[in-house]
């Protein structure tokens, strides 16, 4: 059986230094496991690393990427607490250098919600769902409903 967590997300990067400061520009903060070759910063669920694409796609044994503008086929999200908050984040993203490609607005099912591209075109949506649980460190544990 394996098991049903999600412990560490590693994306890769054509350029480890200037991403790491756009994570740094979000208000994000490095852990000690980070090094000048790689980024490590603790959320609130998991981990999540930057490392090079080079070094990501030979250690994985696949080719590497020809380009940073293509979908990667992955959107990664951070819930947030309230309506109000999708706003407050979506400033601050293109305050930090981030792309907004969907603007906030309120969702079918009842949230809010914004799309936006990191400087490689790493897909981020920030959420606020009126059905998310969140423990005491603000990781999301579940749904009502």
């Known amino acids: 059986m394996v098991p049903q967590r999600l412990s560490l997300v590693t994306i890769g990067s054509w350029n480890v230094a200037e991403l790491r400061k756009f994570y740094k520009r979000l208000g994000w903060s490095e852990t000690e496991w980070s090094s000048d070759e790689y980024a490590v910063f603790q959320t609130a669920g998991c981990m999540f690393s930057i490392w090079g694409i080079s070094e990501l796609a030979e250690d994985a044994s696949l080719p590497k990427p020809e380009s940073k503008h293509y979908l990667r086929g ?16 979506a400033i601050a993203v293109e305050k930090a250098g981030g792309k907004i490609v969907k603007n906030p607005e ?40």
């Not at 992955?74 to 984040?89: A, R, Y």
């Open 74 to 89: 992955i959107t990664l999200s951070i819930n947030v607490d309230s309506p109000e908050e999708v706003d407050t984040v």
């Open 106 to 145: 309120n969702a079918f099912w009842g949230g809010r919600t914004f799309v936006f591209l990191d400087p490689e075109n790493n897909a981020w949506e920030v959420a606020f769902n009126p059905k998310s649980i969140f423990d005491e460190r603000g990781a999301m544990i579940g749904m009502n409903g």
